[in-house]
């Protein structure tokens, strides 16, 4: 996770994704939670609440769960999350997050993912998570209605118990 310690303070925002799970034969599909939060400068602002899912057909077997989170580098990629819906893959260009003696080379891409995966899955698939707003998670979490751009750009909303997630943040990425 070094990489990830170095460039976190280059991120415009992140994903994280305490429990992702997957599981096919042949047909498959995975789905999760997210939090999102934005940053500007030194400054992490929400977080908001994301839902994920994803579909695939492929030459593919088994289940796993996988801890998720994912360095958003560019303004594009950043947006794009402020939208009803966001296509990893299609809207913003992703990769895995550098290890090893490649965690030295430099990423230009939209998206850095980083996971840990529990479980056994093998194969090739076409897939294409999509991230969308949790409009319920959102409105339950800020006493409102809020969209993801009130939460992450406009910060016009908090709710103290982001708090400590925040600071974390903000020292992690000096």
């Keep these: 996770m070094t990489w990830f310690q170095k460039n976190l303070k280059n991120a415009r925002a992140l994903i994280i994704a305490p429990q992702v799970t997957r599981a096919a034969v042949l047909v ?16 992490w602002t929400g977080p908001a609440f994301y839902k994920l899912g994803e579909g695939s057909v492929g030459l593919q077997v088994g289940a796993d769960r996988s801890e998720v989170v994912i360095l958003v580098m560019t303004e594009k990629a950043r ?6 819906s966001f296509k990893l893959g299609g809207d ?11 965690a030295s080379a430099t990423v ?20 294409g998570a999509v991230i969308r707003p ?12 809020v969209s993801p ?6 910060d016009s909303v908090s709710n103290p118990a982001a708090a400590p997630l925040q600071q974390s943040l903000r020292a992690a990425a000096r």
């Excluded at 230009?108 to 897939?127: H, I, N, P, Q, Y």
């Excluded at 751009?149 to 406009?154: H, T």
């Design 28 to 43: 498959g599909g995975s789905g999760g939670e997210a939090v999102v939060l934005s940053r500007d400068r030194d400054r």
């Design 79 to 84: 947006d794009a999350l402020l939208t009803s």
């Design 92 to 102: 913003a260009s992703i990769a895995t997050g550098p290890v090893g003696a490649g």
């Design 108 to 127: 230009t891409t939209d998206l850095v993912s980083f996971s840990r995966s529990k479980g056994a899955f093998v194969g090739v698939s076409f897939e």
């Design 134 to 145: 949790d409009v319920e998670a959102n409105r339950v979490f800020y006493g409102q209605n």
């Design 149 to 154: 751009v009130d939460v992450l750009i406009r």
